[in-house]
DNA sequence: AAATTGACGTGACCAGAGTCACAAGCAATT
DNA sequence: AATTGCTTGTGACTCTGGTCACGTCAATTT
């Protein structure tokens, strides 16, 4: 499907491009709609286009060698992943899957590392990016660290709700990723997920509003438990 | 101390640079011997320098909110680290410490930023470099999903084998890591890592040979029980 | 409407990792 | 030579999280 300079320019990493470059870049883009759990990012082929998320939830997935899945990121809408390919010609490393039904701007590589590299302002927003992937990485890493599972969980569900958000009591979580898919980026087991859920649902801490949302009930609780002030 | 042209030009990032460039670098660069366990970088400050490793072994590690330590990485000679500042202007995420006595370069982090926009191949390098790293923290990760943690040690062993090495079938790891630091980097104990290398000893699979020096015997086999394709 | 599928919930069991405590070995320093 | 400090080695106990085996529920397909 065609793609329109304005819809390129909702994204972040290209908003600050005069308008001229997203013109430049449009014809080079497609919009494609991935059903959930569909893959949207294959891993071990050189990919030769970048995705930018404009609605949904994806996740980033990585294989052990005896076939474990590993949680390596999550995706919001306005971000983008498969970002190394304007890097070097390595193969992706991972798999990005759709959390939930998703709708992505796939758009050419090479076009946009032209651009990139013509541009050193344009460039400099990009290295930025990689690297807040890179601070990104490392506060997920972090989380690993902490001994206490729940605590885990909560940090989790914390580095979810969106920054606007932080600042009050109260908060949401759209599309959530399942079970399933939080205890693969905690390196722990669903079912440990689902208890640590029920903790906090009997706590009134969080509650369900059907599918696709998350309530947050009592951020501050939130923040405490994952902070290991106070124990589930 | 004083930096001449023809040491940055050990490091392989700084390699392909033409000699007149690295003349305008060595300026900006200080030479600085660290000792085992001091800080080298530090968390939660604006570095304005990066750091080269050119003897010995440094750790990146970052703190739960518990203060429990989390291991990131490691940097082996020839290779930097806080290269974070080159992209923007956020603190520094994580600490560096020397897990062994080491010798690095730091260089301005301003003179190599106004080199890396003027010159498109140079923001290539780095550019390559920073999407390697990723590639190595996912890796890294990937360990960390192995539920069997003789596994992981093996794993992690045989990511310390520089890559020339992994050919033959012996191999050797200098400057190794002590069983903490091993351990921090898997979220394991010490005592585990101690009664892994117990049994890899046992099995004359690995052998100290004094400090600062571990030989791998069988690599082969290290290699087998990485994969999960037989147990210690 | 029935069947299927996928996500969530829950109990029981147990292997295995953490923790604690202490000993031994080794290096550098006094 | 003695001391100090760090690293490694080892046993015993505890307890948590994984696993298995279900059941429930809602949404979607047939």
Redesign the interface.
């Known amino acids: 499907m065609q793609v329109t300079p304005e819809l390129l320019s909702r994204f972040t990493l290209l908003k600050p491009l005069p308008r001229q470059v997203l013109e430049g870049l449009a014809p080079h883009a497609s919009l494609v709609r991935h059903a959930r759990r569909e893959v949207v990012v294959r891993a071990g082929v050189r990919e030769d286009r970048v995705c930018f998320l404009f609605e949904g939830r994806l996740q980033g997935v ?5 076939g ?3 949680g ?1 990121y999550f995706v919001e809408p306005g971000d983008f992943c498969g970002e ?1 390919a ?3 010609d ?1 193969p992706q ?2 798999f990005v899957i759709a959390t939930a039904a998703a709708t992505v701007v796939f758009l050419a590589r090479n076009p946009l590392r032209e651009v990139m ?1 013509n541009s ?1 302002s344009v ?2 927003i990009v ?2 990016k ?6 990104q ?11 206490n599972i729940d ?1 885990r969980v909560c940090g989790q569900l914390y580095l979810l709700i969106k920054g606007e958000q932080r600042q009050v009591e109260s908060g949401e979580i759209v599309n959530p990723p399942t079970h399933q898919e939080i205890a ?1 980026m905690l ?1 722990i087991s669903r079912e440990r997920v689902t208890r640590a859920f029920q903790a906090l649902q009997s706590r009134r801490i969080v509650r369900r509003d059907g599918p696709g949302r998350l309530v947050i009930i009592d951020l501050n609780s939130l923040r405490r438990f ?3 002030e106070e124990e589930l």
Chains 1, 2 share one sequence.
């Open positions: 990585g294989h052990t060698i005896d474990r899945e590993v390596l190394l304007l890097f070097d390595s490393p991972e590299l050193s460039s400099n290295g930025r990689l690297a807040e992937r890179v601070r990485m490392t506060e997920q890493r972090t989380l690993l660290g902490l001994s605590q693969i390196n994952a902070r290991g």
